[in-house]
């Protein structure tokens, strides 16, 4: 079983619309929670990351953890085309080791 | 520096040479981590240091792979007697103790072993 899984996609979404983004992982003692944006061809970086169960908003951005259902989502309200990428889900089991990163999910905005 | 600071951005090199790549990470970031990105897959844990100790070597995918980070600063990746399957794209990332407000890259290396 893998550390962190994501659904590869693509996802496609029309501008303006709600994008959801799913990932699980496997380690119920998970402790951090970090979304990543990868453009093509470039290194990924740092969208949000959440550590409480709930949901937690930056912008057009909401984080959601539900570590009952070891599941952790990123919303993205009111797609642009500029958000057209890959997503990756990271985990970190405990402070102070690497991050497990699932495989990304590829998001389309259509204009 | 700024940002975490990769080099060579390119790396062209023959199957069987040795190569070494560079990492500066972000100054005062303690942690340092090693990923693999090969082409359309996911990022591939490789070393983690934690000033200038790896605790977590884990993900070293054989022994021509090796790493070492002095002064608490920069490391460097080396890879002995390429291979053409170690061709992909090696990511440097740096975070403050803990990583738990989440980690820095940089912007990689692109080795292409021929």
């Known amino acids: 079983q893998k550390e962190v899984e994501q659904n590869s996609g693509p996802l496609s979404v029309p501008e303006g619309a709600i994008a959801s983004l799913n990932c699980t992982y496997s380690?119920?003692?998970?402790?951090?929670f970090f979304w990543y944006r990868q453009y093509s061809g470039k290194s990924p970086e740092l969208i949000m990351f959440i550590y409480s169960n709930g949901d937690k908003e930056d912008g057009r951005f909401t984080a959601q953890l539900n570590k009952a259902s070891q599941y952790v989502s990123l919303l993205i309200r009111d797609s642009q085309p500029s958000d057209s990428a890959t997503y990756l889900c990271a985990v970190n089991r405990a402070t102070g080791n690497q991050f497990y990163f699932g495989t990304g999910t590829s998001l389309t905005v259509i204009p | 520096g700024a940002g975490v600071s990769q080099s060579p951005s390119n790396k062209v090199t023959e199957k069987g040479k040795d190569v070494e790549l560079r990492c500066d990470p972000i100054s005062g970031h303690t942690a340092l981590y090693w990923y693999r990105q090969s082409l359309g897959q996911g990022l591939e844990f490789l070393i983690y240091?934690?000033?200038?100790?790896?605790?977590?070597k884990s993900g070293l995918p054989s022994d021509r792979f090796s790493a070492e980070r002095t002064g608490g600063s920069v490391s460097t990746l080396t890879i002995q007697r390429t291979q053409q399957e170690d061709s992909a794209v090696y990511l440097c990332?740096?975070?403050?103790?803990?990583?738990?407000?989440?980690?820095?890259f940089g912007s990689g290396t692109r080795l292409t072993v021929v």
């Open positions: 990332a740096s975070s403050l103790w803990g990583g738990l407000s989440g980690y820095t």
């Open positions: 240091f934690q000033g200038n100790s790896a605790p977590d």
């Open positions: 380690d119920r003692g998970s402790q951090s």
